[in-house]
């Protein structure tokens, strides 16, 4: 496989999967992909008993401290995440989903599921553990990747 090809399936499956609309998720709600994100993160904490900070979604979703604070403030404006602030640090603040947030994130992992049942259906059952050992490979070299500070300056060049 060469770069190029590489490349080529990548977009190929960026665009395939619907991630570039930024009106609703692949798996066909009304919300923007990084919202839908967010609310998946929050939830997940939240059944693990955690509440989680601007901070931690920050680096769970790989965004920087203004796109995140722009998230939150839609989310907030639009009644699904409420933000606490921490009494032992006044700059720490915490985040929640309220009932709206819950509804949403429920619907969200419910579509999401079908949307995946129905991938999965489409892949031939004797290549599906193949399928996610190379996502698996792809995530690793992607983190690699990223961590190398020699590949900083090409990352305008990754779309």
Not at 95 to 116: I, Q
Request: hydrophobic share 40%.
């Amino acid at each position: 496989m060469t770069t190029r090809e590489l490349r080529s399936e990548v977009r190929a499956f960026v665009r395939g999967f619907g991630l570039l609309d930024e009106e609703r998720t692949p798996c066909g709600v009304e919300v923007a992909p990084r919202e839908a994100h967010a609310l998946a993160i929050l939830a997940e904490a939240e059944q693990a008993g955690a509440q989680l900070t601007q901070s931690d979604l920050r680096r769970a979703l790989g965004v920087d401290k203004s796109n995140v604070t722009r998230l939150i403030q839609r989310l907030r404006d639009d009644g699904r995440v409420a933000q606490d602030v921490s009494e032992a640090d006044g700059r720490v603040r915490r985040l929640r989903l309220t009932a709206a947030g819950r509804r949403l994130a429920g619907r969200l992992e419910a579509r999401s599921l079908l949307r995946f049942q129905s991938i999965l259906d489409a892949i031939p059952c004797a290549e599906r553990d193949a399928v996610v050992r190379a996502l698996h490979v792809l995530n690793g070299a992607l983190r690699r990747a990223t961590e190398e500070p020699s590949h900083a300056s090409d990352a305008r060049d990754a779309i």
